[in-house]
C-alpha cells in the first residue's frame, strides 16, 4: 500500500495532461509517511439499547509523535440504525514509552447522522456535532499495531454520549511524492523504483434495483460512487469504496472495504472480480439494512483507451444479511491509473513518462449566513468542509468537495453539500507566499424535503507557509438552480459563506503520456 494515502484523497476526475514538462536534474520523490486506523467500539445508548461504531481513518504523519487526518464512522452489528454515519478530522498524538509500547491520545470533531425513521434522525442525532476524545495506548509489531484507548463518544443533544473501550488497529503506510513546487516535472528515472504497486483511483454511476424491498422506499437508487484500488501485487488488490445517492434517494450512503483480483486477458482488456464488506443504508424504515452490515460483490470488465484512462462496466450484488434490503446493481465509468514500479519502467527495460501532477487538500471549517429555503429565513449553518484540487493544467484544477454540517438544519441532523467543479489559481505572489484562486462548483444537497442542483461560486486566497502547508481562505455564495425553474419547483436553497483552515499539497506521480 506504498500509495494508498496519495489516491485515496484523490477523489476527483482529471485528465493526465504535460504541464510544461522539463527533464529533471535529480531526483524530484520523497517518502511521507501515515498510518490507515481501524476501530471498533460499542456505545450504550442513554435512551437503551445497543449501537456500535466501525471506524476507518487516515492520519497523515506531521512530526515523530503528531498526526492528522480524517476518516468516517459507521455501524455494523448492534441496533437498527443502517446508515447511519459519522464523519471528523482528527489530531492524534503518539509516543513510544519504551520499546515498542507506545501512549496515544486524540481528538475527532465533524458531524453525524442517522435514525431508525425519518422523524427519527432527531431522536438519534440531535444536532449532529459529533466529538471523540481518547487516550491509551499499544504494542507496534513493526508493519501495524494493537491497542485498547479509552474514549468519550458524544452527538450533541442525542442519546448517542458514552465513555467505553475503543480497540484499534493501526496500519503503516509510506508512499513516494514529490513537491507540489514540482508540479508538471518528469520523475526521473533512477526514482521508478520507488513507485511501488499500481494504484487506480475510479469514478462509476450505477443503478441500483431493490429485489423484493420491505422499506417505504421501494424504486431504484443512482449512485455515484468513487473507489480506490491498491495492489498489493502484480493482479491482486484492496480496494475502499464510497456510493452516494444521486437519484431515487439522495444521500443514500454506504462504504465498503475489500479484496479483489485482476484478470488481464489482452493488452487492453482487464477483467475484475472484488467482494466488499461494509456499512450503508438511508433509514431503516425507508431501506432496512438493520444495523448496517452489507456485502457486496461485483465484477468489471475494462478497457484501456491509453495507460492512464480505463473504461469500464460492472455489475454486483449487494444484501445486507441483517435486515432484508438485496439489491442488483449495474453501471459503468472510468478508471486512472497510476504506475507501479514495473510499469513506469516498461517490459523493455526502457524508461516512461512518468511526470508529476499537483494534489492539495483543503480542511477548513465554513459559515453560512444568510441561509434561506422554500420555507424563508432559517438559522446559520456550520460545516466541517473537505475538498480535493487535482492541478490538470498550467493554473487550472478540478475539485471536490463534501462538506457535512456540523448543527442541525431546521432540527434535522444531517444536511451534507457534495460539490464537484474547476478552479484557476494564480501563479505565487507577495515573494512566493501568497496565491489567489476562483472556482466554479456544482452538486447536490440535502434538505430532507427538497434536495436539488446546486450552484456554488467562490474566490480565496491561499498563504504559503511551506510548499507542503498553507492557510486557506475563501467566501462563497451558493444557491440552488431550482429557484430559477419556476414557482412550483420546491428546491430553493441560498447561503453566503466564509472559510477558514489549512491545505495540505504535495505532487503525484502520474503517467504522462502513452
Known sequence: MSKCYAAALC?????HAALGQTVPDGSRLHDASGMLVLDYQSLDLTTGGKFDLHGIHYLHQINDWLYGGLGVSAPMFQGDYGGFFSADFRLH???KVFGDFFLDAGVGFGAAAGGDSVSGIMDLSGDG???????GGGYDFGGFSLGVNYANIRVANSPINDSVLSFFVHKNLSYSAGLYGDTGRLVDPADFGRLGNETILGFEYSNMTQI?????FGGNVGLISPHLTQFFDENNYVFLGLDLGTSGLVWYNQAQIGLGRRFSLTDDINLYAQVGVGSGGWVTDTIDTGPGFV????VKAEYMVNNTIGLFASAGYLTAPFGTSNNWTVGGGVNLHNPSARQAMGEDGQAGAVALHGLRFNL???AAFDVADVAGPIDDL??????ADYKFAPNWYAALQIAPAVNDYNGFAGYVEGLAGLGWESDPFFDGRLQGYGQVLAGLNDTIANPGILIAPAVGLSYNLTDQYAI????GKTFSVGQFLGSSNPNRFQSTSVGLGVSYRFAVPTWSSR
Do not use: E, W
Open 212 to 216: 423484493n424491498p420491505t422499506g417505504s
Open 295 to 298: 456485502i457486496y460483490p461485483k
Open 472 to 475: 486557506y481562505g475563501q467566501v
Open 93 to 95: 498524538a503518539q509516543k
Open 129 to 135: 456535532t459529533f466529538l471523540k476524545t481518547y487516550v
Open 11 to 15: 477523489l476527483i476526475c482529471g485528465t
Open 364 to 366: 477548513f471549517g465554513r
Open 382 to 387: 456550520y460545516m466541517a468542509v473537505v475538498q
